[in-house]
């Protein structure tokens, strides 16, 4: 994040969802105590055919929404 701040290659970061998981995330950030940042849209709601993975896309769509609920 740090690496793309200094080089403009983004404006902003959001944390909005890592922050939902990790409270103190903040301070674990700004202390080097964290080094890669929870990702809960990565969480599968089952194995690959049920999974973001699948071939169907009618099941990729549902695991999105779920993802965003």
Do not use: H, W, Y
């Amino acid at each position: 994040m740090r690496e793309s701040l200094r080089d403009d290659e983004v404006d902003v970061i959001g944390i909005a969802r890592p922050f939902c998981l990790e409270p103190d995330l903040a301070r674990q950030l700004l202390s080097g105590t964290l080094d890669v940042l929870p990702t809960p849209e990565r969480a599968t709601p089952g194995p690959r055919q049920l999974g973001p993975d699948s071939e169907n896309a009618k099941v990729r769509g549902l695991n999105n929404q779920a993802a965003v609920a």
